[in-house]
């Protein structure tokens, strides 16, 4: 039997979920007002696009600073500061008078964003206990999973009843609330000494992920060969970080938890698992609507089913991590996720819609399998105080693997649409299964460490002669 989780932290696991909710629906819901905010704020569509692109680099570029704040205010503490700023930035979305200003405001919703999500991994973490990490973190994924695939489907209907400041304006309440519920609630953390920041190693970092980050996306829709270029500075800065860490005494982030062979391999599977999960988040759209020729708003709901395989997925996946360690049921979710897929890339474009929504759904529940267990068991693998500096990392690993999944699949389709939308979302389907069966590999390694660090504590320290 798995220990009990008393009812105080299911109460701050759900606070900490429905502000990162806000922050995942705020990621997508805005694409679907994009082309109103460019008519009513009188811009191009090129200028109104850094709306969306500018919410994702600031989340990128904040996810370095995190660890090193949670230290010095407690997590509880900067988690309280980011929901109000987020919360207050997406107000003042609303009354953006220009379209200058709303992208000012969208980067401020993204720095916030960026450290929110983390910040309450680490609460939740502490909270809770690497035994029970499973449960409250399926709990946490139902929302960060639900919110990006609810998006457009708010956003459309947002948009058709009332007007492009409301895509903003709908974060407030729940915003207020949550807040309210975190200052009474939210446990504020320890404070610790973090050392003295170190700056050139967020400087490499701040500016580092953000390239790649818009590197993969832009080349990703463009395919022009200067994205490459923003793409290659970006890697050469993380390299740098990765070069300076070795020689800083208190590094901004540090990779001496990659030492560590449980949590290696758990950040492993969660990167082949974060591309399978976000860049197939632009590959299944793209199947819907140049494939099946379905507008935006009847492809969120087309790829609802998915989502919903997640959801009823995840309290399952979670409490079979804490019985049997994530590495298994990562192992069995990565499956799942290839077995669903493979027949993606083997159906016609026209194949019947009962059978396509059922391989969304199986899809989903591998999913759930694949990454939360995954992202459970790294953060099972450290300890309390080194879970900021995880949190941080785990979430770096599964963005860069999403926008570089995203960035190849298009790349896919676009170079084999001139034969033909079928062998282009084929050959694109391929790549997406290499990339989740790299996921199995990875899954299987995690398993086999988790095996091995269990019997090394089971076997205790070898007897003195």
Do not use: K
Not at 121 to 126: D, E, F, K, M, R
Not at 168 to 186: A, E, M, Q, S, Y
Not at 421 to 449: D, N
């Amino acid at each position: 039997m798995s220990d009990p989780i008393p009812w105080p932290v299911w109460r701050v696991c759900a606070i900490i979920a429905s502000c990162a909710f806000l922050t995942g629906l705020d990621a997508s819901v805005v694409n679907v007002g994009l082309d109103t905010i460019t008519h009513e704020l009188d811009t191009t569509l090129g200028a109104a696009q850094w709306v969306a692109t500018g919410y994702l680099v600031a989340f990128a570029a904040s996810l370095p600073i995190c660890g090193w704040l949670g230290r010095r205010v407690g997590v509880g503490r900067l988690w309280l500061a980011c929901a109000a700023a987020f919360t207050l930035a997406s107000a003042a979305c609303a009354f953006a008078p220009t379209i200058g200003w709303l992208i000012g405001l969208r980067v401020l919703q993204g720095l916030a964003a960026g450290m929110l999500i983390p910040a309450g991994q680490t609460v939740i973490g502490q909270a809770v206990g690497p035994a029970r990490l499973g449960r409250v973190m399926a709990t946490l994924g139902v929302a960060v999973t639900l919110a990006p695939a609810l998006g457009p489907v708010v956003g459309g209907a947002v948009i058709d009843a009332w007007s492009w400041p409301w895509l903003f304006l709908i974060n407030v309440p729940v915003g207020i609330v949550g807040g309210w519920l975190g200052l009474r609630h939210v446990p504020r953390g320890a404070r610790t000494d973090p050392g003295r920041l170190d700056v050139v190693g967020l400087a490499l970092l701040s500016v580092g992920l953000p390239l790649v980050v818009y590197g993969c996306t832009r080349f990703g829709e463009t395919r022009q060969p200067g994205q490459l270029a923003v793409l290659g500075a970006g890697a050469a800065a993380l390299l740098l970080y990765g070069v300076h860490s070795r020689r800083f005494a208190t590094p901004i982030l540090d990779l001496r938890l990659f030492g560590n062979r449980a949590y290696r391999a758990a950040v492993a599977t969660g990167a082949f698992a974060g591309a399978a999960l976000f860049g197939a988040g632009l590959l299944y759209p793209l199947w819907f609507q140049l494939g099946r020729g379905a507008d935006p708003l009847e492809t969120g709901l087309l790829l609802l089913s998915m989502s919903l395989g997640t959801v009823i997925a995840l309290p399952l996946a979670g409490r079979l991590s804490d019985r049997i360690g994530g590495g298994w049921v990562s192992l069995a979710g990565s499956l799942v996720t290839v077995a669903s897929t493979v027949p993606f890339a083997l159906l016609p474009l026209d194949a019947g819609e009962w059978l396509v929504q059922g391989l969304l759904f199986v899809r989903g529940a591998g999913l759930a399998g694949a990454l939360t267990p995954a992202v459970s068991a790294a953060f099972a693998a450290v300890t309390p105080a080194q879970l900021p500096d995880a949190a941080a990392q785990v979430n770096i690993v599964n963005r860069v693997g999403g926008a570089l999944g995203g960035a190849l699949f298009a790349v896919v389709v676009a170079n084999g649409l001139p034969d033909g939308a079928e062998p282009a979302f084929h050959q694109a389907f391929w790549w997406l299964i290499g990339a989740s069966t790299l996921g199995v590999l990875a899954a299987a390694w995690l398993a086999a460490a988790e095996v091995s660090t269990r019997r090394a504590r089971t076997a205790g320290p070898l007897p003195v002669a």
